[in-house]
């Protein structure tokens, strides 16, 4: 499973990378980036579900 | 002049009226099962949706809705064109293509990182109100805390001197209080607020600081200087737009905290837990409902909206949405899966939304340090502000326990 971010989506407001900073970091404008290549481990797959489901443009999916 | 009560909401909707003010919750589940958007005559015509699909359905329809002015009121802009007021505030009363130009200009100073760097002014700043409370076992939340933060944050990122604060909390007062007043007397009720602004930008071209004023004085879009218009909206936006948000949210947490003893007990045992209590106080008690102009006649599920007729979008009312939350009536401090909008949906995103999450979290923080046992004094008055931005502007609070 992997991370997948809708760039034009995202709009900021930051909830991703505050809960899962292993997983993602913003740019200089507050826009996330996804920092984990691959394949997700369980943890990071708990994780990046954690992000998806607080993200308030529903901008992250997790697949393959 | 003061708007009749309303009897129905569903068709005569208004948002300053006393029972909305008061406790809009019961009225916006109503509204929800009834509509779900609801209309109005006042304001020269208004639809209010309620529900989480379409509040989010219009916040990303740039096509059909204007931000051009986001403050409900009785004129238009255009018709008695106003001069000022929040009218040409940008970006929040910018639309495509131009919105996205402004707001990349004001993003890299609110990006976390920035932000982050101001945590140690925003602690040292809620200490030194939490000693001037002192010993005192009632103290009112709202005016001798919650009130001050914001304002001393905007003034230190704009550059502005803090005893300025009391003046910005009036100007907030002109800009989004009033708003069925008479253009002629919004026109004369703003005048201090613009006499300030260029006395502002006066004062930082003579001598170029290290805040959001010089900044803005020496940003370029394309090669060129901003327009003097355009840096006087920026700043106008900046000291309204942040002051009785982020002081409504602070004001509702503590409130909340205050009502529910269980709630808090959990919170000072566990301060692990204020990330995600932060984000519910933001769901359930989002301070700001936006507003927008319908472009052209248009009809929305439904509803036939002409062109001027205000939506107020109400992300408050969205966030209580069962269809959208699970348990959405009940205010849950571990709440995992929390996609709120108190900060807004599509390209209006709230700027500030890193500051006022930061301010929120160490102004709690604080807070929950010294008083770690307090609950609301029912003898002495609890208000809510009237207007689109809600919260607590007199919050006495008992304190039980200090640490």
């Keep these: 499973m992997k991370i997948h971010l809708d760039t034009g989506k995202c709009q ?53 | 002049m003061i708007n009749p009560p309303v009897e129905d909401f569903a068709t005569d909707f208004d948002h300053t009226d006393a029972a909305w003010v008061a406790d809009p919750y019961p009225i916006m589940d109503d509204l929800r099962e009834r509509c779900p958007v609801a209309h109005s005559d006042r304001y020269g015509g208004l639809w209010a949706p309620m529900t989480y699909e379409t509040v989010s359905a219009i916040a990303n329809d740039t096509e059909h809705f204007t931000s051009r002015t986001v403050v409900i009121h009785n004129g238009r802009p255009g018709d008695d064109d106003l001069p000022a007021p929040i009218g040409v505030a940008p970006p929040i009363s910018s ?28 602690r040292e700043l809620c200490n030194q109100l939490l000693d001037e409370m002192g010993d005192a076992d009632l103290v009112d939340a709202s005016v001798e805390y919650a009130e001050h933060i914001p304002v001393g944050l905007i003034a230190k990122l704009c550059g502005l001197p803090a005893e300025d604060g009391e003046q910005f909390r009036e100007f907030v007062r002109i800009v989004l209080e009033g708003v069925d007043l008479p253009a002629e007397e919004r026109i004369e009720a703003f005048q201090p607020v613009e006499e300030y602004i260029v006395a502002a930008i006066i004062e930082r ?50 409130w909340h905290l205050a009502n529910n003893p269980d709630d808090l007990a959990r919170l000072v045992a566990h301060p692990e837990l204020l990330p995600s209590a932060v984000e519910e106080f933001l769901r359930a008690y989002a301070p700001v409902s936006m507003a927008r102009l319908v472009k052209d006649d248009f009809e929305f599920q439904g509803c036939p909206m002409k062109k001027d007729d205000w939506i107020f ?55 929950l340090k010294r008083y770690t046992k307090f609950e609301l004094n ?26």
């Excluded at chain 2, 003898?379 to 207007?387: R, V």
Aim: proline share 7%; net charge negative.
């Design chain 2, 95 to 122: 639309d495509p293509p131009f919105h996205e130009i402004a707001r990349r200009l004001l993003l890299p100073a609110f990006a976390p990182r920035p932000i982050a760097a101001l945590e140690p002014f925003t």
């Design chain 2, 313 to 367: 979008l109400s992300f408050p009312a969205a966030n209580r949405d069962p269809e959208a939350f699970d348990n959405a009536d009940e205010v849950l401090i571990d709440r995992e899966i929390n996609r709120h909008s108190a900060f807004g949906l599509g390209i209006h995103r709230c700027l500030g939304s890193n500051l006022a999450r930061m301010e929120m979290t160490v102004a709690l923080e604080e807070w």
């Design chain 2, 378 to 403: 029912a003898s002495e008055p609890t208000t809510f502000s009237q207007g689109q931005v809600r919260g607590p502007r007199q919050l006495p609070i008992q304190i039980l326990e200090r640490s």
């Design chain 2, 205 to 254: 071209r003579e001598n170029p600081d290290d805040g959001l004023i010089s900044y803005l004085l020496d940003a370029e879009i394309m090669g060129e200087k901003l327009s003097d218009e355009h840096v006087f909206g920026s700043i106008l936006l900046l000291i309204v737009a942040g002051i009785d948000t982020t002081w409504s949210a602070i004001g509702s947490s503590i």
């Design chain 1, 12 to 64: 900021g407001h930051g909830r991703c990378y505050s809960l899962a900073p292993d997983l993602f970091d913003c740019d200089d404008l507050g826009t996330a980036v996804v920092i984990v290549t691959g394949e997700l481990n369980d943890e990071q797959l708990a994780k990046a579900k954690l992000a998806a489901g607080n993200c308030p443009e529903f901008a992250i999916t997790i697949g393959d």
